[in-house]
């Protein structure tokens, strides 16, 4: 409505969709995105002057939005287990990308940084138990972990990326890649891989780290051929 706040619009919305998906019978798939923690960043009346973490003003308001976004999440889940999914429920709960607050002298996102590129990634299913993992993964494995989920056959796609679920191992590294965007015209492109605890970033404006290449931790020294071959994969 008119005078609602966005996020719990959406939420409410959500829910009314899980009353309906859940009683069809059916498989059915949900996706709750809402705009939040976009600009402009206007908290909800009840967390305005909510303590957050030190931070220059527009970024203590951009803490305040998501924590209105953590209650809907939250209510979403408690919805669902109302309508007595949770044992079918198979939950991804993650960003599209992290943001920069200063950090290496930069702000916003499109920066091959970890705090530009890293997100939250949570899975969650009756099956599984509270566990964190320090492995490698990206939003191109969730299409392959619904295949798996599902029963489907594996060629209904190109799997790029793969399964979460089962006996993979995990990679060993993850190719990232940027065009630049023509309003965003200070983030030059650049590729990346990056490995558990190094990253090796090649920029195509050779003002950008030593002669165009950075490297962050203990990068190996074959770290140029895994881009290429990534990158051509």
């Not at 705009?35 to 220059?56: K, T």
């Not at 979403?76 to 949770?86: K, N």
């Not at 970890?114 to 993992?133: D, E, M, N, V």
Request: with cysteine.
């Amino acid at each position: 409505t008119e005078n609602s706040y966005t996020v719990n619009y959406a939420g409410e919305q959500a829910r009314a969709a899980v009353d309906f998906l859940a009683g069809t019978g059916s498989p059915w798939f949900l996706v709750f995105a809402p705009y939040a923690c976009h600009a402009p960043y206007v908290p909800h009346p009840s967390h305005r002057d909510d303590p957050v973490p030190a931070r220059p003003e527009g970024f203590r308001d951009q803490i305040r939005v998501l924590l209105t976004m953590d209650e809907e999440v939250g209510r979403l889940f408690d919805h669902m287990s109302l309508r007595d999914v949770g044992d079918d429920l198979f939950a991804f709960y993650m960003s599209d990308n992290g943001y920069m607050w200063g950090e290496r002298g930069r702000e916003r996102k499109r920066w091959p940084y970890g705090h530009s590129t890293k997100i939250p990634f949570l899975l969650r299913h009756a099956t599984t138990t509270r566990s964190i993992s320090n492995d490698i993964v990206a939003n191109i494995d969730i299409a392959p972990t619904i295949l798996d989920v599902s029963g489907a056959e594996d060629d209904l796609v190109k799997r790029n990326g793969q399964s979460l679920v089962g006996d993979v191992p995990p990679r060993a590294h993850l190719l990232l890649e940027y065009w630049r965007e023509g309003q965003f015209d200070r983030t030059p492109d650049w590729k990346s891989v990056v490995g558990p605890i190094w990253q090796y970033i090649e920029w195509s404006d050779k003002s950008f780290g030593n002669n165009g290449i950075e490297k962050i931790g203990a990068v190996p020294g074959n770290a140029p051929q895994i881009l290429r071959d990534l990158a051509e994969s």
